[in-house]
């Protein structure tokens, strides 16, 4: 499996929203994303890592409250996958080394 070294995407520019309000507190979003952007407090799913966000879109598809929103197929997270499509080297373009 292809592990992410764990840095930030360019800075503020990540698509990631979460509703706290809308949450349960399920855990899921912790449980799937590969870049431990989330947490758990009192019941309610907090981002707490938001630069990490490579917008796979693992959380928002498994939030069953419709909590989390994330334009996903941009960024790293389409780089990476777009690359072994193409059998080239991953590339997201974003400067940081992550791919």
């Known amino acids: 499996?292809?592990?992410y070294p764990i840095?930030?995407?360019i800075k503020n520019v990540v698509s990631l929203q979460l509703e706290v309000e809308k949450c349960d507190g399920c855990r899921l979003?912790?449980?799937?994303?590969?870049r431990?952007?989330?947490e758990v407090t009192e019941r309610k799913a907090h981002?707490?890592?938001l630069d990490h966000c490579i917008e796979c879109?693992?959380?928002?598809?498994?939030?069953a409250e419709g909590a989390i929103f994330v334009k996903s197929g941009v960024g790293c997270a389409a780089g990476v996958i777009n690359g072994m499509i193409r059998g080239?080297?991953?590339s997201c373009d974003c400067g940081e080394g992550c791919c």
């Not at 979003?29 to 590969?34: D, F, G």
């Not at 879109?57 to 939030?63: K, L």
């Open 36 to 38: 431990n952007v989330f």
């Open 1 to 3: 499996m292809f592990e």
């Open 7 to 9: 840095k930030s995407y």
């Open 57 to 63: 879109g693992a959380c928002m598809m498994n939030c």
């Open 29 to 34: 979003c912790v449980t799937v994303c590969p």
């Open 47 to 49: 981002i707490i890592r």
């Open 88 to 90: 080239t080297e991953p």
